[in-house]
């Protein structure tokens, strides 16, 4: 389903059925239905036009919207692609009315999102109905979803209708109706998240709007003052929930928690766990109370960082990662500054429900984007790849993680030096540290975090989350 571009480009895969009356063949691809705000239309060997209601739009084309734009066009067969703010949308093939073989509907989501409705030609040719994105491949089996670029790179989908699924070079992840993944790479599997795609509306403070409903005799749109006032949206709220452990790594190589509290308490065997405090926003962990040791962890700064997770916070089977580009750790009276934090935070696993004899198979779901951190200069780079088996005959850890920094590769391994300890584990190894916990009712997750030292590119930092293979 995955076609790969050499502009570095993958496919979004769009396979839908909806209720739809055949359209003949039109010489567009599509008409301008609705624009509002400033929306350019980009065509080859033209200089660029203001896109206005009524206005045909055809192969090749690009939709360019600013802060305040939006645009909606139908094609020939039914589809329907609503363009946001600050979107850039390019109409690559369109082609319908003849056999469905023939069928094309090829989109490029450049920057911004965009909510389609297929029609037809999903219908008809399902492997014809494509829209190409940085990162995923979605297949889908419901008639609409959403689709857009977060401030840090990383992509967001959401379903509205029936099943979807969403596919990288690390793997698929299914959706059902009204949930939503997040994909950092296309070589890291796209992780669920309880934050749905939300894209955003247009600030409501601009001096005055193109109405595309509404133009002028020369036929462009004519403008009309904003409403008199309109509150902004209320900003994402924090949750906080107890009984919930983390681990942190940083820049500094140094694993969980700081000199003077107590590693084997501190994870997910410390008996006070349910009495720990964190607080999340918008997905993303911002500050982790663990109250046996008195140790808060936190995020600072106003970078919005990385967030994944499966499940929700406040459920048994949940586990959540990513990472801060600052924070600080405060143990009584000191607080140590951080950098280049990647975490991983869980609802533990609890004690009598742990495996205690045989080998268990963990793949890799998910995780932050690796650091490397060398002369005091931080490098991002690639998690390519990793499995992890758990040893519960021995309380043994044998993890295998592929990163990637530019051409260079940097394996993490640990066979046999990380111990199981309850639900949480831990071990150095030469030069690398793991630190992790299992999550879900029955050890259904690992999530660890990880720092490597001494290597060609410096200390290499991140956290990886596992789910448990199926039993064969």
């Given at each position: 389903m995955k076609s790969h571009l050499p502009n570095g480009l993958t496919v979004v895969a769009v396979a839908i059925a909806t209720m739809a009356t055949p359209i003949t063949a039109m010489a567009a691809a599509g008409v301008t239905q609705f624009a509002a705000g400033p929306v350019t239309l980009n065509r080859a060997n033209m200089a660029p036009d203001a896109l206005t209601k009524g206005k045909p739009v055809e192969s090749g084309d690009e939709i360019q919207t600013g802060p305040s734009g939006q645009a909606q066009v139908r094609f020939g067969d039914g589809s329907l692609i609503s363009v946001q703010q600050n979107s850039r949308v390019t109409i690559r093939n369109y082609a319908y009315?003849?056999?469905?073989k023939s069928d094309s509907f090829l989109l490029d989501l450049l920057q911004g999102g965009l909510r389609t409705i297929t029609g037809l030609i999903?219908?008809?040719?399902?492997?014809?109905?494509?829209?190409?994105?940085?990162?995923?491949?979605?297949?889908?089996?419901?008639?609409?979803?959403?689709?857009?670029?977060?401030?840090d790179g990383s992509l967001?989908?959401?379903?509205?209708?029936?099943?979807?699924?969403?596919?990288?070079?690390?793997g698929c992840t299914g959706l059902a109706v009204g949930e939503s993944v997040q994909v950092v790479s296309d070589s890291v599997l796209p992780a669920r998240t309880f934050v749905r795609a939300s894209l955003p509306v247009p600030p409501p403070d601009q001096p005055a709007y193109v109405a595309g409903n509404q133009t002028n005799a020369d036929g462009t749109s004519s403008e009309i003052p904003p409403p008199a006032t309109v509150p902004p949206p209320n900003p994402p709220s924090d949750v906080t929930v107890s009984g919930l452990a983390a681990v942190f790594t940083t820049s500094d190589d140094r694993?969980?928690?700081?000199?003077?509290?107590?590693?084997?308490?501190?994870?997910?065997n410390a008996s006070s766990i349910a009495a720990n405090s964190s607080t999340l926003s918008s997905g993303q962990l911002v500050r982790q109370l663990d109250a046996e040791n008195n140790l808060v962890t936190q995020k600072t700064g106003t970078s919005t960082g990385q967030?994944?997770?499966?499940?929700?916070?406040?459920?048994?089977?949940?586990?959540?990662?990513?990472?801060?580009?600052?924070?600080?750790?405060t143990l009584g009276e000191t607080t140590q500054a951080l950098q280049n934090v990647h975490y991983v935070v869980a609802r533990p696993t609890p004690e009598n429900a742990m495996p205690k004899l045989g080998q268990v198979t963990y793949g890799l779901t998910g995780g932050t984007t690796p650091t490397a951190t060398q002369g005091g200069v931080t490098t991002q780079g690639q998690l390519i790849s990793g499995n992890l088996i758990a040893d519960f005959s021995v309380s043994q850890i044998n993890l295998n993680l592929l990163?990637?920094?530019?051409?260079?590769?940097?394996?993490?391994?640990?066979?046999?030096?990380?111990?199981?300890?309850?639900?949480?584990?831990?071990?150095?190894?030469?030069?690398?540290?793991?630190?992790?916990?299992?999550?879900?009712?029955?050890?259904?997750?690992?999530?660890?975090?990880?720092?490597?030292?001494?290597?060609?590119?410096?200390?290499?930092?991140?956290?990886?989350?596992?789910?448990?293979?199926?039993?064969?």
């Amino acid at each position: 389903m995955k076609s790969h571009l050499p502009n570095g480009l993958t496919v979004v895969a769009v396979a839908i059925a909806t209720m739809a009356t055949p359209i003949t063949a039109m010489a567009a691809a599509g008409v301008t239905q609705f624009a509002a705000g400033p929306v350019t239309l980009n065509r080859a060997n033209m200089a660029p036009d203001a896109l206005t209601k009524g206005k045909p739009v055809e192969s090749g084309d690009e939709i360019q919207t600013g802060p305040s734009g939006q645009a909606q066009v139908r094609f020939g067969d039914g589809s329907l692609i609503s363009v946001q703010q600050n979107s850039r949308v390019t109409i690559r093939n369109y082609a319908y009315g003849g056999e469905p073989k023939s069928d094309s509907f090829l989109l490029d989501l450049l920057q911004g999102g965009l909510r389609t409705i297929t029609g037809l030609i999903g219908k008809r040719n399902r492997e014809s109905y494509k829209v190409f994105t940085a990162t995923a491949t979605v297949g889908i089996r419901g008639s609409a979803f959403y689709v857009h670029y977060n401030p840090d790179g990383s992509l967001s989908v959401s379903t509205e209708q029936e099943a979807i699924e969403v596919c990288t070079g690390a793997g698929c992840t299914g959706l059902a109706v009204g949930e939503s993944v997040q994909v950092v790479s296309d070589s890291v599997l796209p992780a669920r998240t309880f934050v749905r795609a939300s894209l955003p509306v247009p600030p409501p403070d601009q001096p005055a709007y193109v109405a595309g409903n509404q133009t002028n005799a020369d036929g462009t749109s004519s403008e009309i003052p904003p409403p008199a006032t309109v509150p902004p949206p209320n900003p994402p709220s924090d949750v906080t929930v107890s009984g919930l452990a983390a681990v942190f790594t940083t820049s500094d190589d140094r694993v969980g928690t700081p000199t003077g509290s107590n590693p084997e308490t501190a994870g997910a065997n410390a008996s006070s766990i349910a009495a720990n405090s964190s607080t999340l926003s918008s997905g993303q962990l911002v500050r982790q109370l663990d109250a046996e040791n008195n140790l808060v962890t936190q995020k600072t700064g106003t970078s919005t960082g990385q967030q994944g997770a499966i499940g929700n916070p406040e459920s048994g089977n949940y586990i959540g990662w990513g990472y801060w580009a600052q924070g600080s750790r405060t143990l009584g009276e000191t607080t140590q500054a951080l950098q280049n934090v990647h975490y991983v935070v869980a609802r533990p696993t609890p004690e009598n429900a742990m495996p205690k004899l045989g080998q268990v198979t963990y793949g890799l779901t998910g995780g932050t984007t690796p650091t490397a951190t060398q002369g005091g200069v931080t490098t991002q780079g690639q998690l390519i790849s990793g499995n992890l088996i758990a040893d519960f005959s021995v309380s043994q850890i044998n993890l295998n993680l592929l990163t990637r920094f530019g051409a260079t590769d940097v394996p993490i391994t640990a066979n046999g030096n990380v111990t199981i300890n309850g639900a949480s584990f831990q071990g150095t190894s030469c030069c690398t540290s793991i630190k992790g916990l299992f999550a879900g009712s029955q050890a259904d997750y690992a999530g660890l975090v990880y720092s490597k030292q001494s290597t060609p590119v410096g200390t290499v930092n991140g956290a990886a989350v596992f789910t448990r293979s199926p039993t064969p």
